[in-house]
Protein backbone atom coordinates (compact mmCIF):
# COMPACT_ATOMS: atom_id res chain seq x y z
CA UNK A 1 0.00 0.00 0.00
CA UNK A 2 1.11 3.38 -0.77
CA UNK A 3 1.59 5.59 2.20
CA UNK A 4 0.41 9.45 1.16
CA UNK A 5 1.73 12.62 2.40
CA UNK A 6 -0.35 14.34 4.23
CA UNK A 7 -1.61 16.36 1.88
CA UNK A 8 -2.11 13.97 -0.05
CA UNK A 9 -4.41 12.05 2.37
CA UNK A 10 -6.35 14.50 2.80
CA UNK A 11 -7.03 14.99 -0.62
CA UNK A 12 -8.05 11.14 -0.65
CA UNK A 13 -10.37 11.96 1.87
CA UNK A 14 -11.74 14.67 0.30
CA UNK A 15 -12.58 12.63 -2.89
CA UNK A 16 -13.81 9.70 -1.51
CA UNK A 17 -16.98 11.30 -0.57
CA UNK A 18 -17.90 12.57 -3.44
CA UNK A 19 -19.17 10.61 -6.66
CA UNK A 20 -18.33 11.04 -10.32
CA UNK A 21 -17.24 7.92 -12.58
CA UNK A 22 -14.01 10.26 -14.19
CA UNK A 23 -11.82 12.63 -12.47
CA UNK A 24 -9.24 14.92 -13.77
CA UNK A 25 -6.34 15.26 -10.74
CA UNK A 26 -4.62 18.28 -11.64
CA UNK A 27 -2.23 20.66 -10.23
CA UNK A 28 1.80 21.63 -10.71
CA UNK A 29 4.60 19.04 -11.06
CA UNK A 30 5.84 17.16 -7.70
CA UNK A 31 2.36 17.36 -6.23
CA UNK A 32 2.37 13.98 -6.15
CA UNK A 33 -0.73 13.26 -8.71
CA UNK A 34 0.50 9.54 -9.11
CA UNK A 35 0.51 8.59 -5.49
CA UNK A 36 -3.24 10.14 -5.04
CA UNK A 37 -4.65 8.66 -8.38
CA UNK A 38 -3.67 4.78 -7.68
CA UNK A 39 -4.31 5.54 -3.93
CA UNK A 40 -8.15 6.54 -5.36
CA UNK A 41 -8.10 3.60 -7.63
CA UNK A 42 -7.50 0.84 -4.81
CA UNK A 43 -9.84 2.76 -2.45
CA UNK A 44 -12.47 2.59 -5.24
CA UNK A 45 -11.90 -1.21 -5.56
CA UNK A 46 -11.34 -2.11 -2.09
CA UNK A 47 -13.99 -4.88 -0.44
CA UNK A 48 -13.81 -3.10 2.75
CA UNK A 49 -12.85 0.82 2.26
CA UNK A 50 -12.66 3.34 5.14
CA UNK A 51 -13.15 7.40 4.93
CA UNK A 52 -9.42 6.86 5.09
CA UNK A 53 -9.24 4.40 2.06
CA UNK A 54 -8.11 1.06 0.98
CA UNK A 55 -8.24 -1.32 3.43
CA UNK A 56 -5.01 -3.02 2.74
CA UNK A 57 -5.84 -6.38 3.58
CA UNK A 58 -8.34 -7.77 1.37
CA UNK A 59 -7.95 -9.67 -1.99
CA UNK A 60 -8.41 -6.72 -4.30
CA UNK A 61 -6.03 -4.56 -2.04
CA UNK A 62 -3.45 -7.05 -2.66
CA UNK A 63 -4.16 -7.53 -6.76
CA UNK A 64 -3.45 -3.64 -6.83
CA UNK A 65 0.12 -3.80 -4.95
CA UNK A 66 1.07 -6.83 -7.05
CA UNK A 67 0.05 -4.96 -10.14
CA UNK A 68 -2.14 -7.45 -11.33
CA UNK A 69 -5.90 -6.59 -10.64
CA UNK A 70 -8.48 -8.28 -12.99
CA UNK A 71 -10.38 -4.76 -12.57
CA UNK A 72 -7.73 -2.83 -13.05
CA UNK A 73 -6.09 -1.14 -16.24
CA UNK A 74 -2.98 1.25 -15.73
CA UNK A 75 -2.38 3.68 -18.82
CA UNK A 76 0.94 5.50 -18.82
CA UNK A 77 3.97 5.52 -21.65
CA UNK A 78 5.68 2.88 -21.74
CA UNK A 79 8.85 4.35 -20.34
CA UNK A 80 6.86 5.29 -16.98
CA UNK A 81 5.44 1.89 -17.04
CA UNK A 82 9.12 0.10 -16.99
CA UNK A 83 10.28 3.06 -14.47
CA UNK A 84 7.48 2.25 -12.09
CA UNK A 85 7.45 -1.81 -12.48
CA UNK A 86 4.26 -2.01 -14.45
CA UNK A 87 3.55 -5.27 -16.91
CA UNK A 88 4.03 -4.42 -20.59
CA UNK A 89 1.02 -6.43 -22.29
CA UNK A 90 2.75 -9.25 -23.62
CA UNK A 91 1.97 -7.89 -27.47
CA UNK A 92 4.13 -4.66 -26.30
CA UNK A 93 6.65 -6.73 -24.34
CA UNK A 94 7.63 -8.86 -27.10
CA UNK A 95 7.74 -5.69 -29.59
CA UNK A 96 10.38 -3.99 -27.41
CA UNK A 97 12.33 -7.48 -26.32
CA UNK A 98 12.69 -8.40 -30.06
CA UNK A 99 13.97 -4.94 -30.87
CA UNK A 100 11.41 -4.11 -33.61
CA UNK A 101 10.72 -0.54 -31.44
CA UNK A 102 11.47 1.17 -28.14
CA UNK A 103 9.38 1.80 -25.59
CA UNK A 104 6.87 4.63 -25.95
CA UNK A 105 7.30 7.53 -24.07
CA UNK A 106 3.28 8.30 -25.46
CA UNK A 107 0.44 6.97 -24.60
CA UNK A 108 -0.26 4.69 -27.03
CA UNK A 109 -3.42 4.04 -29.01
CA UNK A 110 -2.69 0.28 -29.05
CA UNK A 111 -2.64 0.77 -25.27
CA UNK A 112 -6.20 2.77 -25.07
CA UNK A 113 -7.79 -0.18 -27.54
CA UNK A 114 -6.71 -2.80 -25.19
CA UNK A 115 -8.18 -1.02 -22.25
CA UNK A 116 -11.35 -0.61 -24.07
CA UNK A 117 -11.39 -4.19 -24.70
CA UNK A 118 -11.20 -4.61 -21.17
CA UNK A 119 -13.56 -2.19 -20.67
CA UNK A 120 -16.15 -3.66 -23.03
CA UNK A 121 -15.56 -7.68 -23.02
CA UNK A 122 -15.10 -8.35 -19.65
CA UNK A 123 -17.19 -8.40 -16.68
CA UNK A 124 -16.35 -6.79 -13.33
CA UNK A 125 -16.07 -7.62 -9.71
CA UNK A 126 -18.65 -6.11 -7.37
CA UNK A 127 -16.78 -2.91 -7.51
CA UNK A 128 -16.86 -2.27 -10.86
CA UNK A 129 -13.62 -1.55 -13.09
CA UNK A 130 -10.65 1.56 -12.59
CA UNK A 131 -8.76 2.78 -15.76
CA UNK A 132 -6.08 5.55 -14.24
CA UNK A 133 -3.97 7.18 -16.78
CA UNK A 134 -0.69 9.07 -15.97
CA UNK A 135 0.37 11.12 -17.09
CA UNK A 136 -2.94 12.29 -18.83
CA UNK A 137 -0.96 14.95 -21.06
CA UNK A 138 0.97 12.35 -22.56
CA UNK A 139 -1.72 11.33 -24.79
CA UNK A 140 -1.03 11.60 -28.72
CA UNK A 141 -3.67 13.12 -30.36
CA UNK A 142 -5.22 9.95 -32.06
CA UNK A 143 -5.59 8.15 -28.56
CA UNK A 144 -7.35 11.35 -26.76
CA UNK A 145 -9.80 11.26 -29.40
CA UNK A 146 -10.18 7.88 -28.85
CA UNK A 147 -10.48 8.48 -24.91
CA UNK A 148 -13.05 11.82 -25.69
CA UNK A 149 -15.47 9.48 -27.27
CA UNK A 150 -15.25 6.65 -24.60
CA UNK A 151 -15.71 8.91 -21.62
CA UNK A 152 -18.78 10.28 -23.82
CA UNK A 153 -20.95 7.28 -23.70
CA UNK A 154 -18.75 5.63 -20.47
CA UNK A 155 -19.47 1.55 -20.16
CA UNK A 156 -21.78 1.39 -17.55
CA UNK A 157 -19.31 -0.48 -14.77
CA UNK A 158 -16.13 1.27 -15.25
CA UNK A 159 -14.49 4.61 -13.32
CA UNK A 160 -11.99 6.62 -14.74
CA UNK A 161 -8.79 8.56 -13.06
CA UNK A 162 -6.89 11.09 -14.89
CA UNK A 163 -3.35 12.58 -13.67
CA UNK A 164 -1.80 15.07 -14.88
CA UNK A 165 1.00 18.09 -14.41
CA UNK A 166 -0.03 19.37 -17.42
CA UNK A 167 -3.67 20.53 -17.83
CA UNK A 168 -3.59 22.66 -19.97
CA UNK A 169 -2.42 20.20 -22.57
CA UNK A 170 -5.32 18.25 -22.62
CA UNK A 171 -7.89 18.59 -24.93
CA UNK A 172 -10.42 21.25 -23.51
CA UNK A 173 -13.04 18.55 -24.70
CA UNK A 174 -11.53 16.03 -22.03
CA UNK A 175 -11.83 18.31 -19.45
CA UNK A 176 -14.65 19.27 -19.67
CA UNK A 177 -15.73 15.31 -19.47
CA UNK A 178 -14.50 14.81 -16.10
CA UNK A 179 -14.80 16.38 -12.62
CA UNK A 180 -11.33 18.08 -11.77
CA UNK A 181 -9.45 18.42 -8.60
CA UNK A 182 -6.67 20.56 -8.14
CA UNK A 183 -4.21 19.78 -5.60
CA UNK A 184 -2.93 22.60 -3.91
CA UNK A 185 0.60 23.43 -2.48
CA UNK A 186 1.53 21.85 0.93
CA UNK A 187 3.08 24.29 2.91
CA UNK A 188 6.82 24.34 3.88
CA UNK A 189 6.26 23.08 7.54
CA UNK A 190 3.97 20.01 6.55
CA UNK A 191 6.10 19.31 3.37
CA UNK A 192 9.68 19.17 5.69
CA UNK A 193 7.86 17.00 7.96
CA UNK A 194 6.74 14.43 5.56
CA UNK A 195 10.56 14.67 3.88
CA UNK A 196 12.08 13.32 7.59
CA UNK A 197 9.62 10.60 7.54
CA UNK A 198 11.19 9.71 4.34
CA UNK A 199 14.48 10.24 5.38
CA UNK A 200 16.26 12.94 4.50
CA UNK A 201 18.07 14.77 7.08
CA UNK A 202 16.73 18.37 7.93
CA UNK A 203 19.83 20.08 6.48
CA UNK A 204 19.24 18.38 2.80
CA UNK A 205 15.45 18.75 3.77
CA UNK A 206 15.42 22.12 3.88
CA UNK A 207 17.86 22.89 0.78
CA UNK A 208 16.47 20.35 -1.39
CA UNK A 209 13.03 21.62 -0.75
CA UNK A 210 13.94 24.98 -1.88
CA UNK A 211 15.83 23.58 -4.97
CA UNK A 212 13.04 22.03 -6.15
CA UNK A 213 10.87 25.00 -6.16
CA UNK A 214 8.90 23.51 -3.13
CA UNK A 215 7.56 20.76 -4.74
CA UNK A 216 8.49 17.86 -2.07
CA UNK A 217 8.28 15.28 -4.31
CA UNK A 218 10.91 16.65 -6.51
CA UNK A 219 13.23 17.19 -3.65
CA UNK A 220 13.02 13.52 -2.51
CA UNK A 221 13.45 13.24 -6.75
CA UNK A 222 17.15 14.79 -5.95
CA UNK A 223 17.61 13.28 -2.73
CA UNK A 224 17.18 9.45 -4.10
CA UNK A 225 19.29 10.88 -7.00
CA UNK A 226 22.48 11.50 -4.87
CA UNK A 227 22.05 14.92 -4.28
CA UNK A 228 23.11 16.98 -1.35
CA UNK A 229 22.70 20.08 0.04
CA UNK A 230 26.76 20.82 0.13
CA UNK A 231 26.41 19.72 -3.82
CA UNK A 232 23.53 22.08 -4.66
CA UNK A 233 24.97 25.14 -2.43
CA UNK A 234 28.43 24.70 -3.93
CA UNK A 235 27.10 24.23 -8.02
CA UNK A 236 27.24 28.10 -8.88
CA UNK A 237 30.41 28.55 -7.98
CA UNK A 238 31.53 25.33 -9.70
CA UNK A 239 30.14 26.30 -13.20
CA UNK A 240 31.45 29.46 -12.36
CA UNK A 241 34.83 27.45 -12.99
CA UNK A 242 33.73 25.18 -15.83
CA UNK A 243 33.41 22.50 -13.65
CA UNK A 244 30.28 20.12 -13.78
CA UNK A 245 29.77 19.46 -10.03
CA UNK A 246 26.90 16.99 -9.47
CA UNK A 247 25.50 17.46 -13.05
CA UNK A 248 27.76 14.83 -14.36
CA UNK A 249 26.02 12.50 -12.83
CA UNK A 250 22.61 13.84 -14.03
CA UNK A 251 20.66 13.21 -17.01
CA UNK A 252 20.29 15.75 -20.05
CA UNK A 253 16.59 17.15 -18.81
CA UNK A 254 17.80 17.45 -14.94
CA UNK A 255 20.85 19.50 -16.67
CA UNK A 256 18.99 21.54 -18.32
CA UNK A 257 16.00 22.24 -15.63
CA UNK A 258 18.70 22.75 -12.97
CA UNK A 259 20.64 25.24 -15.14
CA UNK A 260 16.92 27.00 -15.62
CA UNK A 261 16.79 27.46 -12.08
CA UNK A 262 20.46 28.64 -11.83
CA UNK A 263 19.65 31.53 -14.44
CA UNK A 264 16.24 32.21 -13.10
CA UNK A 265 18.38 33.04 -9.60
CA UNK A 266 20.72 34.91 -11.52
CA UNK A 267 19.20 37.41 -13.58
CA UNK A 268 16.89 38.06 -10.44
CA UNK A 269 19.85 39.09 -8.44
CA UNK A 270 20.80 41.61 -11.89
CA UNK A 271 17.49 43.25 -10.96
CA UNK A 272 17.51 43.48 -7.68
CA UNK A 273 15.56 40.69 -6.48
CA UNK A 274 16.16 37.72 -4.26
CA UNK A 275 16.64 34.20 -5.91
CA UNK A 276 14.28 31.62 -5.03
CA UNK A 277 16.44 28.04 -5.49
CA UNK A 278 19.90 29.16 -4.29
CA UNK A 279 20.61 31.28 -1.66
CA UNK A 280 22.28 34.55 -2.10
CA UNK A 281 25.96 33.48 -0.62
CA UNK A 282 26.13 30.41 -2.84
CA UNK A 283 25.67 32.97 -6.13
CA UNK A 284 28.71 34.45 -7.94
CA UNK A 285 27.32 38.32 -8.32
CA UNK A 286 25.46 38.76 -11.32
CA UNK A 287 26.84 41.07 -14.19
CA UNK A 288 24.93 41.89 -16.95
CA UNK A 289 21.03 40.85 -17.44
CA UNK A 290 21.41 41.26 -20.95
CA UNK A 291 23.74 38.12 -21.12
CA UNK A 292 21.68 36.01 -18.99
CA UNK A 293 18.36 36.83 -20.76
CA UNK A 294 20.24 35.39 -23.89
CA UNK A 295 21.11 32.34 -21.84
CA UNK A 296 17.74 32.02 -20.83
CA UNK A 297 16.39 31.82 -24.23
CA UNK A 298 18.81 29.34 -25.27
CA UNK A 299 18.20 27.21 -22.53
CA UNK A 300 14.65 27.41 -23.49
CA UNK A 301 15.31 26.86 -27.16
CA UNK A 302 16.75 23.58 -25.92
CA UNK A 303 14.04 21.96 -23.79
CA UNK A 304 12.28 20.75 -26.73
CA UNK A 305 14.95 18.27 -28.26
CA UNK A 306 16.74 17.43 -24.65
CA UNK A 307 15.05 14.27 -24.65
CA UNK A 308 16.67 13.31 -27.71
CA UNK A 309 20.23 13.91 -26.65
CA UNK A 310 22.37 11.54 -28.84
CA UNK A 311 25.88 12.61 -27.34
CA UNK A 312 24.97 13.19 -23.42
CA UNK A 313 28.75 13.85 -22.09
CA UNK A 314 28.85 16.58 -24.99
CA UNK A 315 25.89 18.17 -24.15
CA UNK A 316 27.22 18.63 -20.82
CA UNK A 317 30.66 19.58 -21.58
CA UNK A 318 28.75 22.53 -23.83
CA UNK A 319 26.25 23.52 -20.81
CA UNK A 320 28.67 23.40 -19.07
CA UNK A 321 31.10 26.20 -20.72
CA UNK A 322 27.43 27.93 -22.10
CA UNK A 323 27.19 28.63 -18.20
CA UNK A 324 30.43 29.53 -17.56
CA UNK A 325 30.30 32.51 -20.55
CA UNK A 326 27.06 33.50 -18.87
CA UNK A 327 28.22 34.18 -15.44
CA UNK A 328 31.58 35.65 -16.23
CA UNK A 329 30.37 38.19 -18.73
ZN1 LIG B 1 -8.97 -3.63 0.60
Known sequence: MITLAPWLQASLENLLTRPGHAWLIQG?????????????????????????????????CHGTAVRVHADFRMLMPETEMIERAWPLSEKAQKEIDDKKRKPSREIRVDSLREMLEFCH???????????????????????????????????ADTRFILATAAADALLPT???????????????????????????????????????????????????????????????????????????????????????????????LACGGLPR??????????KNFNTLSQWSRELMDSAPSIDHTFNAGLLLQAFVSRAQRAMTA
Not at 123 to 133: A, C, D, F, N, T
Open 28 to 60: STGLGQYDLALALAQSWLCQAPTPQGACGKCAS
Open 121 to 155: LTRSGERGKVVMIYPAEQMNTVTAHTLLKTLEEPP
Open 174 to 268: IRSRCLVYTLRWPDAGSALAWLSEQGLPGPDAAVLLRAAGGRAHDALVYFNEGMKAKDWASLPKLLLRGEAGLLGEATPAMVLSVLQKLCHDMQA
Open 277 to 286: YFEVADLPAA
